[in-house]
């Protein structure tokens, strides 16, 4: 096992994944470095996460007009989209334009949906649903409500994806996320899509609304697709919705992320057959989904582009 490790941390050493977080409500800013702490030390990849940060460079997901450390994108193997509602200043924006030019990879994570929101008339405002559905597969719709701190979704792979290499490993588990409303009714996902996992809510403000036929209470949570670049070049993407900061407590949900991350990279023949080792390599006790300062004060950073760790 521990030969097989080191082969796969040489074989890796040279990729690097880029980690682009800023949302005020799953905590990103958590679950994102723990994927990357578990990517370094299994597969010698180069992690970089960036951040919305405050004026003392402190983790601050309220600051939804600024990101640092985008610039590692010019060098990223695969960009890890885990945003909701920003609006970056244009030079750092065009960053991410240019990534996606080139036509690499691309793995999105929940609010990813609705990553931006630009004003009204703004250049960029047809990132706020149009393109973002073209490359993730779908734009924010709506979900089965909040219902507090409880398993709200059963999440299970899907049989008839079961020969998939991200699906290696990944057993039915329990997710804390109140279920994305994605497909179903007059929706339906975008692009070339082949679903792997699916979830049926548990509680729904649809049901008590009567709107099921809208909005079914089972429905897709995971699925891949590839998005047209510029150049012609197709890129591979991954998403799941599945993200809340609870959610990466189930092994099963880390171990479907991470064999995701793999097959995006175009390495799914170095997914076990059991998949992705899930182990957490640090400790992690996220703070719960929520608005306003649920966040951890005074959280410092880990992975930004200056930091070698």
């Given amino acids: 096992m521990g030969l097989w490790l080191a082969l ?15 949302d005020e409500e799953y ?14 030390r299994d597969f010698g990849f180069r992690v970089s996460v960036a951040y919305s940060l405050d004026k003392e460079g402190f983790v601050d997901p309220n600051n939804t007009g ?20 920003r609006h970056w200043p244009e030079a750092k924006f065009q960053v991410f334009l240019d990534y996606l030019a080139k036509g690499k990879p691309v793995v999105g ?28 597969g779908q734009k924010w719709i709506t979900h089965h409500g909040h219902h507090g701190t409880q398993v709200l979704t059963k999440v299970r ?7 998939h290499a991200i699906l290696r490993g990944v057993r039915p588990f329990d997710a804390y996320s109140w279920l994305y409303h994605v497909q179903g009714g007059e929706d339906k996902l975008h692009g070339d899509v082949t679903l792997l996992v699916e979830g049926t809510a548990l509680k729904s403000k649809q049901q008590r609304a009567n709107n099921l036929k809208r909005y079914p209470l089972t429905g897709p949570t995971a ?38 991350i793999l097959w995006a990279l175009g390495m799914e023949a170095k997914i076990p057959k059991d998949g992705c080792n899930a182990k957490l390599a640090a400790e992690y006790e996220p703070n719960n989904a929520g608005f306003g300062k649920v ?3 005074r959280l ?10």
């Fill in 295 to 297: 966040f951890k004060p």
């Fill in 109 to 136: 994570f929940r609010t990813a949906t609705h990553a931006f929101r630009y004003p009204k008339g703004h250049r960029h405002e047809a990132w706020n649903d149009v393109k973002i559905a073209g490359l993730m």
């Fill in 27 to 40: 905590r990103s800013e958590e679950s994102m470095p723990m994927l990357a702490r578990i990517l370094k």
């Fill in 300 to 309: 410092k950073p880990l992975f930004l582009p200056s930091d070698r760790r």
């Fill in 157 to 163: 792979p899907l049989a008839a994806a079961k020969g």
């Fill in 223 to 260: 699925w891949v697709k590839t998005y047209s670049a510029a150049n012609g070049k197709k890129g591979r993407v991954f998403f799941s919705t599945t993200a809340h900061s609870y959610d990466f407590k189930a092994a099963a949900n880390r171990k479907l992320a991470l064999n995701g």
């Fill in 8 to 22: 796969l941390a040489g074989a890796g050493a040279a990729t690097h994944v880029v980690f682009v977080t800023g």
């Fill in 66 to 85: 600024d990101v640092t450390g985008i610039e590692a994108l010019k060098t990223a193997d695969l960009l890890v989209l885990y945003t909701r509602f």
